[in-house]
């Protein structure tokens, strides 16, 4: 599976934008995509992510409201619409796929504080830096 975000940029702040993850060569159809961000100086988050099946969401507290997930299954491209961006919510925001190979599915939100190493492929990031 190979991972590529684009739509990172610069954006005043109230200001919105749209990320997106297309995904190739995912021939598995049960796992879920996660959208991360690293800011400067702060620890790796999770802030979204959405299951294959039934198009499930959960968000971090810290977009919850203003950030939307959404996937289109036909093109294997999972979007986040981010609005009412924030100086705090700049960043190398970073999407990720995990395989739920042995079947079920486990609670959503815990998805967004896994480890790294814990997702079957990462993208390269995006740059999103919102400027007071």
Known sequence: VQLVESGGTLVQAGGSLRLSCAASNLRFGNYAVAWFRQAPGKEHEGI???RSLDGSTAYADSVK??????SVRAKNTVFL???SLKPEDTGIYSCAVLLFLGGGTPDLRSILFRHPTEFDAWGQGTHVTVAS
């Open 81 to 83: 619409q981010m609005n």
């Open 48 to 50: 979204s992510v959405i």
């Open 65 to 70: 409201g203003r950030f939307t997930i959404a």
